[in-house]
């Protein structure tokens, strides 16, 4: 029957196209508009790309620098000494902590160790990231304006602190079209941590397409019955009747057409065939039976629980083999202001295998080398406890300096960047601001930042606003 | 590897720019020469002073010859033909680091511009418009002027106007265009039927009396206003802001002049004793969002708040983007940073509070709006309280004699027996054991310390030294809730400040008391929600550290800042009242505590002899407390021979608190009057609006717009090259009201027309409505446009007669089809030379589907409604998961898709899927997209499934015959009978669902349950569902959802 649908559909496009003297002039002006767009908007990459698609982890809440990868030895000695004014240095504090009286340096409670060729340091928390070592471009010296958390995710995923900008991924659906065609170029999932409830909302401009077009706005892939929302015919109608149904609405629309003359007609009646065909290709990407058993070994037994971070990690893989661009995980619970060292080990747990394991897939499967895999949060966290000095502490949002670490892509694997000083509180070295890394990744996916542009309101908009720079340091 | 397919997921926009008229044409500054140096070159020789390269500005002819940059007359002279045409990459211009190189075509016409003698002219749209001179035009087809403008540009080209638009389609049309709705099928007929000539402008009277006119006139203004019914931001709580939404349509219905239009929302407030609607208009600038995340500077986003009034202001009057000015003069239009700064000072004057994320109600200022039932009741509690008040006062008055009354009644005995202490508590701190706490009142030992109180020496005896780690948790008691006096005496011998003591539950925007030493000075709260519903007062000296002081609170119960007092050492001190708006109860569970709030402001020092009274002390007693003594026993007063005056006055009011049962009888009933006028005002919607601060806040020029980095300080001042202001304008936001509705301003009658030029049309005639600036597009007919505003002006700023002109002119009711010739020249109709077609908005598609099925309630106004919506998609994204869609049951599932609820940060999917934007920012013009996302929606939302159901209803309803409820289906849905070729399409759906079902009738049982309302009982399942999927059929056709 699907063989059939194809063929069928197939027929039928060419039909409704050749049927009337405006069949070939519709025909022409759509692949004519789409040249044109493609010229406006850059639809081919400004020069050779090293990444065609991209999955970011986005960790959200801020994840802790201290705890994870960013050791810093001397914190066991100065445990419980008052934060020096002159490692502060008057930083402006959330509305949190600015009333403290009192800053006491908090060591992490977890063990780190060294791995791989790079010698790059991890917390015991990560320790099958750990093994990833080699592949990894971990960047320590992150730095954001931002302090908290609305703020700071916006910055992070549209360029600006303020809502209205376009987000990265419709950025990269605006600037390199889709590869697929029955998905959407540009997929959202969304995971809960199970360290905590997350005191801080996602919102729908981190996927959102500002002022582009909205057809670039971030596709929600959920779990459950409907992954796409409105995906599943209504409960009574089977793909038969739903495609009967549909060769009579394209035949009536067909009829529309002729008579009107209308090119957006055939425009139209082809997202009916590409929503029947989604239909179809979107249940087989998120049926699971085709995995071998093995792949549940490599990403943990979660990855069969949709909606899990492992779950997502393992579709993230699926999709970006589909042709998907951009492909953007959120895993929420890492707003630690408390219990932190009861939490972080859960979060720690959610993702450290599947992480793992998909940059171990895609790199077995070829993949990652034109892939490029994004992790971190908006921002770190601060090197003194938020409230008085606890056992199981917590630390307020930190913006001077965060760990974020890339894989793949044209990004230089088994390096470190960038330097904190020994309360990993401010960057001595290398510093990255996040326009720098929005330049560097879209540098790597074959476009300059500075020309990829947007006009509106009388402006050239960019998704570096008026900075950034391509950081030669991270790449390969 | 997969092929590069370009149109998945692409708009199909057609991005063309207005065909070309003639090139042998006279150059035109401002059409072909503006810009090319606006885009290549003002960037760093334009109107930006700090940005300007080699002291070169291109902005100004003169300028431009002085610095030999152009000879006009002599391109080959001009030194930027030269550097234009350079071949070294390092004196070309514009360099090759801007990207921003020039066409060989753009480098002929900067050529052929100066050789013409380089004029240079004022951007056409600062002008302001004249009413220009009508063509000469084609009688035959059309005499107004609209038309003549039409056909004008129409000439040279040779093209010629399209027929008319069959009735139906035409009608089908105008509804579509001027409320959002279809005709009905009786509409259609009873159009069909009137041969009168004026049938047409008969049914566009009608239609423009209708509140759905309103509506869809509302609609669009929904998203310049960036309406939503949340906050957005982290938190997102819901917001109430609809009776603005209600005021819009209104106004519309009312025919409001445009100018008062916009007047009342820029500046309702600052009318002479505004109306609660004038105020309610000033929403407009409150509809922005408001951040109560928990660590926010607050200063940073009040900043951002103002900022955005700018932006929507200037947008939507303007049609000019104010916010390139914010961080540096703007770079193509001439409007200074200053300037920037001037516009802004208009919206600065605003006390925006900062609300707090538990318990929103609405960012201060704000009123509360009831409907007029709510009105009335309110009306007769405020009497009610009115009269009490006036009780309770004689009572006050008459206290002595009352008193002198109650004791001849009573005995000594019985009186002591019921008032010997009016103390609650009393912890002398005694003892050397810290664990607890012995309360000499009680006899008992209460509380737990926490961390390590010490026994110290103390002011009397011992005291407890609290080291900034320790306090002790007391329990529930001190459980006041504001409404009754009290009064707590405290010594406190500091080195640090921090809670004395406090009842509070910080998690709950802090409700509950605290006294505290903050920056040397004792201050106290009384919260019901901070800062919106609170009192807090601080003494205005500041006391020693590592000293004793005697600290007393006195609260009279009156939830009032002047009702409080605080004492140190026996003074009454004078307070700066910083909060003064507590309206509800500050009780709370939670413990009190000595030395800590809940959980921050731990104090460091020692604390002695703390006592907690249910009455307000009196002076004397104040005194007797400072003195070391303890609080006379009032009792003992009684038996004295003779009274001072003092003595005389604490006796009365502690008859008035104490003994008195009429007056309690009286404070009681208000206590309930005036709770029960919360309880019900707690319900009223809260609209926020603007309100002036006396004296004005004052505003500074931000470098870089950061909120953190005054520079000099600027007075309110409009853009002088636009209009200047009268002399005697007012310096507020009413005298910036004004001049943008002056008669001479060049743009806001423009930008109007131009707008509504856009709902008819697809496109305006300024394609950029949100810029009319130097890099905006220009006008593709200059003179229609001009036309348009002169006569809104004229005519006193009338809405419905210009949108009357408009679908009556005969350039809007022309056939639609396309010509190949159409296609190829003109595809997106800048010419007009045939009537609009586009597919319709997301309101629309959804409002029109659920009045062709009959399932459409056209109640106007009122709170959000929230449709069907897939389930979860807030708790992925919300604040703890919380905050669930709940879909209403009833007449919120079929209200116009105006009215659904609008959550910012996850808004309605089947609206943002069809470019309706998430409201953060004020927008001018939406995309137009297609994707299969919105095939998904058509064909599966339940929406849509049981409006085709309903419609199938009704088409089986109409006729025993197939074809005649086909046709009585296209009647419904396109206004038109159906073909003989569809009649045809439709039957074959037909016969294959019926086959399907006739096999399969679990599954026509099952499609008849989509929804929440039943399926007609009487009609067959089989045969419903069969009819079902002929009407989805029909819902999904192109020509139901397109205008044409």
Not at chain 1, 31 to 54: D, E, L, N, T
Not at chain 2, 68 to 89: F, N
Not at chain 2, 561 to 587: C, F, M, R
């Amino acid at each position: 029957m699907e063989k059939e649908t194809k063929i069928r559909l197939a027929f039928d496009r060419r039909n409704f196209l050749r049927q009337s003297a405006v069949g070939s002039m519709a025909l022409s002006s759509l692949i004519g508009s789409s040249v044109q767009s493609a010229a406006i908007s850059g639809k081919a990459p400004h020069f050779p790309a090293k990444a065609k698609r991209i999955i970011y982890l986005f960790q959200s809440g801020g994840p802790s620098q201290l705890e994870l990868m960013d050791y810093k030895p001397k914190l066991k000695e100065l445990h419980g000494s008052e934060l020096p004014d002159s490692i502060r240095q008057g930083q402006r504090l959330t509305g949190m902590t600015s009333g403290q009286k009192s800053f006491p340096v908090v060591a992490p409670k977890f063990r780190f160790q060294q791995h791989g060729k790079s010698g790059a340091w991890f917390s015991e928390l990560l320790p099958y990231t750990a093994k990833m070592s080699d592949d990894l471009c971990i960047i320590r010296s992150m730095h954001t304006e931002a302090i908290n958390h609305d703020p700071a995710i916006t910055f992070m995923q549209t360029g600006s602190q303020q809502p209205g900008r376009p987000s990265l991924g419709s950025w990269m659906s605006y600037g390199l079209g889709s590869e697929a065609d029955d998905l959407p170029s540009f997929v959202v999932m969304i995971s809960h941590g199970t360290g905590k409830d997350a005191n801080q909302g996602l919102l729908d401009r981190l996927w959102g397409s500002g002022f582009l077009p909205s057809s670039h706005q971030g596709v929600k892939l959920r779990s459950g019955s409907d992954p796409v929302l409105y995906l599943n015919d209504p409960a009574g109608m089977d793909r038969d009747l739903r495609r009967k149904m549909l060769d009579g609405l394209a035949k009536l629309n067909d009829l529309q057409r002729i008579q009107d003359g209308d090119p957006e007609i055939a425009t139209r009646m082809e997202q009916y065939e590409m929503a029947f065909r989604m239909q179809a290709s979107v249940p087989e990407l998120t049926d699971l039976s085709d995995e071998p058993a093995e792949t549940f070994d490599l990403y943990g037994a979660n990855a069969k629980s949709p909606g899990t971070f492992a779950a997502n990690c393992l579709m993230a893989r699926r999709l970006v083999e589909r042709g998907v661009r951009f492909v953007q995980l959120y895993h929420r619970g890492w707003d630690n202001h408390g219990n932190l060292p009861s939490n972080i080990p859960k979060q720690c747990q959610d993702i450290d295998q599947p992480q793992a394991a998909l940059i171990a897939d895609l790199k077995r499967r070829g993949l990652l080398e034109d892939t490029l895999v994004i992790w971190g949060g908006e921002f770190g966290r601060t090197v003194y406890s938020q409230g008085s000095l606890q056992d199981d502490y917590g630390r307020d949002h930190h913006g001077r300096c965060f760990t974020m670490w890339m894989a793949g892509g044209g990004f230089k694997p088994g390096t470190v960047v960038g330097e904190t000083d020994d309360y990993g509180y401010n960057i001595v070295k290398d510093p990255i601001h996040i326009h720098d890394l929005h330049g560097t990744i879209l540098h790597c996916m074959g476009m300059d930042h500075l020309r990829l542009t947007y006009r509106y309101q009388g402006r050239d908009f960019r998704l570096t606003d008026i900075h950034g720079r391509v950081v030669p340091e991270l790449l390969a | 590897m997969r092929g590069l397919i370009l149109c998945a997921f692409f708009p199909l926009v057609l991005a063309c720019p207005i065909p070309h008229l003639d090139a042998q044409e006279k150059i035109d500054f401002i059409r072909d020469v503006q810009p090319i140096l606006a885009n290549h070159c003002w960037s760093c020789h334009g109107p930006d002073e700090n940005s300007r390269q080699g002291e070169l500005r291109l902005d100004q002819r003169d300028a431009a010859i002085a610095k030999k940059a152009i000879v006009p007359g002599d391109s080959k002279q001009s030194q930027i033909v030269s550097r234009i045409h350079e071949t070294d990459p390092e004196t070309l211009m514009p360099p090759a680091s801007a990207n921003k190189p020039l066409t060989e075509a753009q480098k002929a016409t900067l050529a052929k511009w100066i050789d013409s003698g380089a004029e240079f002219a004022q951007h056409w749209a600062f002008i302001p418009p004249t009413d220009p001179k009508l063509p000469e035009g084609k009688a035959s087809w059309s005499n107004k002027p609209i038309d003549l403008f039409v056909a004008d540009k129409w000439k040279s080209l040779g093209l010629q106007e399209s027929p008319q638009a069959d009735r139906g389609t035409l009608l089908r049309r105008v509804y579509l265009d001027l409320t959002g709705l279809p005709p009905s099928a009786e509409d259609t007929e009873a159009f069909l039927a009137d041969n009168s000539k004026d049938a047409f402008e008969k049914v566009v009277d009608r239609l423009l009396a209708s509140q759905a006119y309103a509506e869809r006139m509302a609609m669009t203004w929904l998203d310049l206003a960036r309406y939503a019914d949340t906050n957005g931001y982290n938190n997102d709580e819901d917001r109430t802001m609809w009776p603005w939404r209600d005021w819009v349509i209104q106004a519309f219905h009312q025919n409001m002049p445009y100018d008062q239009f916009l007047v009342e929302q820029l500046a309702g407030d600052l009318f002479e004793s505004p109306t609660r609607d004038q105020l309610i208009a000033t929403g407009f600038l409150r509809n922005q969002g408001h951040n109560t995340e928990g660590g926010i500077i607050v200063e940073e986003y009040r900043v951002e708040y103002v900022a955005d009034r700018v932006h929507t202001t200037s947008t939507v009057c303007l049609g000019l983007s104010m916010q390139c000015a914010r961080c540096h003069d703007h770079k193509y239009d001439p409007i200074s940073q200053n300037e920037y700064y001037q516009f802004y000072a208009y919206f600065n004057n605003l006390d925006e509070k900062q609300a707090s994320y538990s318990k929103f109600v609405a960012a201060e200022p704000f009123i509360r709006v009831p409907s007029s039932d709510q009105e009335s009741q309110i009306n007769q509690l405020q009497s009610e309280i009115g009269k009490l008040t006036e009780g309770i006062a004689q009572r006050k008055t008459d206290a002595g004699k009352n008193f002198k009354q109650w004791l001849a009644e009573h005995s000594i005995e019985e009186f002591q027996k019921r008032f010997g202490n009016q103390e609650l508590h009393h912890f002398a701190l005694e003892s050397d054991d810290e664990s607890s706490l012995f309360d000499q009142v009680t006899k008992q030992r209460i509380g737990i310390a926490k961390g390590n109180p010490k026994s110290d020496e103390g002011k009397f005896g011992r005291s407890i030294r609290l080291d900034g780690q320790s306090h002790y948790d007391l329990g529930n008691i001190a459980n006041f809730d504001g409404t009754k006096p009290f009064s707590i005496s405290v010594w406190v011998n500091a080195q640090e400040g921090g809670a004395v003591l406090s009842k509070m539950d910080e998690d709950s925007a802090f409700q509950g008391f605290d006294l505290l030493l903050e920056n040397g000075k004792i201050s106290s709260h009384l919260i019901h929600q901070w800062p919106s519903d609170a009192i807090k007062v601080i003494s205005k000296p500041a006391i020693s550290t590592d000293a004793w002081h005697h600290i007393v609170l006195v609260y009279d119960g009156s939830r009032s800042a002047s009702g409080t007092k605080i004492y140190v050492d026996g003074k009454n001190q004078e307070l700066e009242i910083a909060n003064d708006n507590l309206k509800s109860s500050i009780a709370t569970s939670k413990p009190f505590h000595l030395g800590l709030r809940e959980r921050s402001l731990a104090f460091r020092g020692r604390i002695d002899r703390c006592s907690i009274f249910n009455g307000q002390l009196q002076p004397e007693q104040v005194a007797e407390l400072f003195a070391g003594k303890d609080v006379s026993k009032i009792d003992e007063w009684l038996k004295k021979e003779s009274l001072t005056s003092e003595e005389r006055q604490v006796m009365e009011s502690f008859y008035l608190a104490n003994l008195d049962e009429d007056l309690a009888n009286q404070q009681k009933t208000l206590a309930k009057a005036q709770k029960d006028r919360q309880n019900l005002e707690e319900q009223l919607p809260a609209v926020m609006v603007m309100k002036e601060m006396v004296p004005p806040r004052e505003t500074f020029l931000l470098k870089r717009g950061q909120y953190d980095q005054p520079a000099n300080k600027v007075n309110v001042g409009v853009p002088g090259v636009l209009l200047k202001q009268p002399e005697n304008a007012r310096q507020d936001r009413l005298g910036l009201a004004k001049w943008l509705v002056d008669p001479k301003n060049p743009l806001t009658a423009r930008v109007a027309v131009n707008r509504w030029w856009q709902s008819y049309f697809g496109t305006g005639i300024v394609k950029t409505t949100e810029d009319f600036g130097i890099t905006g597009e220009v006008p593709s007919h200059p003179e229609l446009l001009d036309y348009l505003a002169v006569k809104l002006i004229a005519s006193g700023w009338n809405v419905k007669a210009i949108q009357k002109e408009i679908v009556m002119s005969a350039t809007y009711q022309q056939d639609s089809r396309i010509g190949s010739a159409g296609i190829e020249h003109d595809p997106e109709n800048r010419l007009l030379a045939r009537g609009p077609r586009y597919r319709l908005g997301a309101e629309t598609i959804r409002d029109n589907a659920l009045a062709i099925s009959g399932l459409l309630v056209s109640k106007v106004g009122g709170p959000s409604v929230k449709p069907y919506q897939p389930d979860g998609l807030w708790e992925d994204v919300t604040v703890d998961r919380r905050g669930k869609y709940v879909a209403d049951t009833g007449e919120g599932l079929y209200r116009r898709s105006m009215y659904t609820f609008w959550k910012r940060t996850c808004p309605p999917p089947s609206m943002m899927n069809f470019d309706a934007p998430n409201r953060e920012v004020c927008l001018a013009r939406r995309a137009r997209t297609n994707t299969p996302l919105q095939s998904l929606i058509l064909l599966n939302d339940p929406t849509y499934i049981e409006a085709a159901r309903s419609l199938a209803e009704t088409m089986i309803r109409a006729s025993d015959s197939s074809d005649a409820r086909i046709n009585a289906g296209y009647k419904r849905a396109v206004a038109r009978s159906a073909k003989p070729e569809e009649l045809a399409i439709l039957s074959e759906v037909l016969q294959q669902a019926s086959d399907r079902f006739k096999q399969h009738p679990e599954m026509a049982s099952a499609l008849n349950k989509t929804g929440s309302k039943p399926a007609a009982a009487q009609i067959d399942p089989v045969e419903l569902a069969s009819w079902t999927v002929v009407a989805s059929t029909l819902l999904n056709l192109d020509e139901t959802i397109s205008k044409r």
